[in-house]
Each structure stands twice: as C-alpha cells, then as structure tokens.
C-alpha cells in the first residue's frame, strides 16, 4: 500500500494583511482577559475529540479515533520516549549556537588565537570610548549577516511530519510499544516494571537538575534574609564599598577595567574558582534539609 499527502497551502494576495498578520494575537481576546486553565483546556479538548469522532466515525469512509487524536493532540500530555528524545534533540540544537559562543568567548579568554584577543581588546577600547556606537553597531551587524544568509538559504520542505526530527527511524520497538499503549497500561506486569524502571532513571536525572536549581536560588534568597549573618555582613559591607566606589570612579573605567581583568592572560589567572564563586557556594540551602 501506498501513501498520499495532500498539502493545502493558503496565500494571501495582500502584504499588508500578511504583515499585519505576524503582530495580532493568535488567538480571541477573551483568552488573554479570563484564560482557561490546564484542566479546563484538557476537558474542552478531549470534549471536542469525542464530537469530531463521533461526527467522523459516521463519514465515508470513516476516520479513526486515533486520526482525531493526532490532529487536535490530544495526546501531547502523555509520556513518550520517542517525543522526549525528540524535544531533547531540539533543546540541544537551540543550545549548540550558545555554546558554540561560549567556547568562542573562552578561546579568547584563554589566548588560544591571540591577534583575536588583541583585536577584541581594541574593540573593548571602542566600545568605552564611544558607548552610543554600540546599538548601531549591532543592528547592523546582525543586518549584514542576515542579508548575507539570504543568499545561502535553505529550501525547507513543507510537510507535515519530519521523521528524523521525531526519531521515528531510530526509535525502538519497546518504545513504540509503550507510545502506543493505553492509560492505563494493558500490559504484562514485568513490560510495565522495566519501563517504569527506565522512566525512574530518567527521572532520578531530572529530580537532580531541579535540586540544583532550587538549591541556587535558595542561595540567593539566604544572602538577603539573614540565614547566614555573616555572609549577609560581608555583603552588605560590600555592597557599601561599591557604592562609593562607583560614585568616584566613572562607568566607563569600570568596564574597561573589568573587561581587561576578563581577558587577561593566563599567565596572571588562577586555575582555582574565584572568590564570588567561592562565597556564592557557601551559602546555605535547603538541600540538606530534604529526607
């Protein structure tokens, strides 16, 4: 058997309606005044399913319950491990353009390409003497390197189902099992305990980033409510020094002097963590006091 797509594309003869299209709201205005909440849209979407499925079950020929499904998403709640490595893939191909950034700003840092760090330095100088370049300067960078792509775009085919981005060719059979199944499970027993097994595992990862999170801004919170009294003291004592330190020394030093303690040579950095790290990592959080 086949398959056959049918694509409907709508135009618009008028640019200015397409325009104005790209800064209305996507949806009614009573939705941004009195918004439904997540259990109501659950209710009001699987609602809706059950009369598109009956109202399609009585076509000719009749549709599917699972096709109604995938058209409204109905589904999008429930677990998958084929649309999580999907989402996770996609979070980290958002992520590699920051990082290829940090990497580039730390092989300045380090001196891996030193004329680069010596022309940043010129370009730090720039910056401080002449701030009110700054906005133009990026505009119309970002101006340049978008007119230049225009030329080397892709041509992305429209279609409603990107296989290799949803992992479908590399998905394996007991996930696709599980995707398809029920709620509740109608498995055996032992199927369900390893896969709530391996849901744990990925779990016990995602239960220890969110600790790490908590435990950060606890930090924060602990520095202006005084759960440690010294640490609060040491800075509060600093936040008065740079008040008057700022009120002497003009903005503009300031940053050129910081930005040349950033990129300074390695040869006058120390491997070991700086002292506001230290000082951020000794404040205290709730982590230990969590059975």
Same mark, same amino acid.
């Given at each position: ?32 005044? @009195? ?22 079950? @009585? ?36 992520? #590699? ?5 940090? @990497?580039?700003?730390?092989?300045? +840092? ?42 080397? +775009? ?5 279609? #409603? ?131």
């Amino acid at each position: 058997m086949g398959e056959i797509e049918i694509a409907v594309r709508f135009s618009c003869p008028s640019w200015l309606s397409i325009i104005q299209a790209y800064v209305t709201p996507m949806l009614p205005r009573m939705h941004y005044v @009195r918004p439904l909440g997540p259990a109501q849209q659950d209710i009001l979407r699987h609602t809706a399913m059950r009369i598109v499925t009956a109202r399609l079950a @009585r076509s000719e020929p009749p549709l599917g319950q699972e096709v109604v499904q995938y058209m409204l998403d109905t589904d999008n709640h429930v677990w998958s491990m084929r649309r999580s490595k999907a989402n996770w893939f996609r979070v980290i191909t958002f992520l #590699s353009r920051a990082a290829t950034i940090a @990497r580039w700003v730390h092989g300045i +840092r380090t001196w891996v390409h030193p004329p680069t760090t010596v022309l940043v330095h010129l370009l730090l100088v720039a910056i401080v003497l002449c701030p009110h370049l700054v906005l133009p300067t990026v505009f119309m960078y970002a101006f340049l390197i978008l007119a230049l792509r225009f030329r080397c +775009r892709g041509r992305f085919k429209v279609s #409603s189902v990107d296989t290799r981005l949803s992992c479908v060719d590399s998905v394996a059979p007991d996930e696709l099992d599980e995707e398809f199944d029920g709620f509740p499970a109608t498995r055996p027993p032992e199927v369900v305990r390893i896969r709530y097994d391996r849901l744990r595992a990925l779990a016990g990862r995602a239960q220890t980033l969110l600790g790490d999170v908590a435990a950060q801004g606890e930090r924060i919170e602990a520095l202006f409510n005084w759960k440690d009294p010294r640490a609060t003291c040491i800075f509060v004592v600093f936040c008065l020094f740079a008040s008057f330190l700022f009120y002497i020394v003009p903005f503009k030093i300031f940053v050129l002097g910081f930005g040349f303690y950033y990129i300074r040579h390695p040869r006058f950095r120390d491997d070991m963590p700086s002292v506001p790290a230290n000082f951020f990592r000794r404040l205290p959080s709730m982590s230990d006091q969590i059975l």
